[in-house]
C-alpha cells in the first residue's frame, strides 16, 4: 500500500532480483494506492521480495523481505548458495575452504 506521493502508473514484484509480477496501478483512493500478488508454490530455500512502485519520475523500491520455505535455514553460504539454497555440499578432505555465512536482508 502506498499512503502518499505521486500516483504510480504501475508496480512489480522482484522475487531474488528478478521480476515475477507486473501490472497497472489503480488510482490513488485519498492517496492510497494498494495491490496484491500472492506468491506460492515455494517448496525449499530462502527467498527475497521487494516491491517497486513505478511512475514518470521512475521507480522506487520497497525494502527488502526474506521467506524461508519448506524448513531452509535462514543462513545463506555465498560460495555454496550463489542460484538457490544448498541441500548438501561436499567440502574436500584436507582441503582449506573459506566460507562466508550471511542473514539475507538482515
Keep these: 500500500t502506498k499512503w502518499s506521493g ?5 508496480w512489480r514484484v522482484l522475487e531474488d532480483g528478478v ?3 507486473r501490472a497497472a496501478a489503480p488510482a490513488s483512493d485519498a492517496g492510497k494506492q494498494t495491490g496484491r500478488y500472492h506468491v506460492g508454490n515455494r517448496e525449499y530455500g ?7 512502485l513505478i511512475n514518470a519520475a521512475g521507480e522506487t523500491l520497497s525494502d527488502k523481505a526474506t521467506y524461508v520455505a519448506g524448513g531452509a535455514s535462514g543462513l545463506q553460504i555465498q560460495s555454496i548458495d550463489s542460484q538457490a539454497q544448498a541441500r548438501q555440499t561436499t567440502i574436500d578432505l584436507n582441503k582449506d575452504t ?7 536482508a538482515g
Design 46 to 52: 530462502v527467498f527475497t521480495y521487494q516491491v517497486g
Design 98 to 104: 573459506d566460507l562466508q555465512v550471511t542473514r539475507p
Design 6 to 10: 505521486t500516483d504510480a502508473t504501475s
Design 19 to 21: 521480476e515475477i509480477h
